[in-house]
Nanobody, 115 residues
């Protein structure tokens, strides 16, 4: 069973930088797609960034050029480096792993960007 635990959420000033981390336990393979989603109040959960088995990354247009996803399979960590943060980045950020058969989610971590 795969378990994901996010950390690093908090209050950040607009224009600032912040890093989220996701620790993964359980059996995972580098071929799995891993990434981050977010959900703002009153909105649906949306994709932020993913990285696939070939280490190819994909970003939503809203964060492209500002956020960077990275992963270290041996250390079982998925990071999200966030730069030039905006108030509209305020959301609960969820880590996820897609094995193609099952999708696993973390419990989420709150990021609040003050203007």
């Amino acid at each position: 069973h795969v378990r994901l635990v996010e950390s690093g959420g908090g209050l950040v000033q607009s224009g600032g930088s912040h890093t989220l981390s996701c620790e993964v336990s359980g059996r995972i393979f580098s071929a799995y797609v891993m990434g981050w989603y977010r959900q703002a109040p009153g909105k649906q959960r949306e994709l932020v960034a993913t990285v696939n088995g070939d280490d190819m990354t994909n970003y939503s247009d809203s964060v492209k050029g500002r956020f960077t996803i990275s992963r270290n399979i041996s250390k079982r960590i998925i990071d999200l480096q966030m730069n030039s943060l905006k108030p509209e980045d305020t959301a609960i950020y969820y880590c996820y792993v897609n094995s193609a058969r099952l999708v696993y989610w973390g419990q989420g971590t709150q990021v609040t960007v003050s203007s």
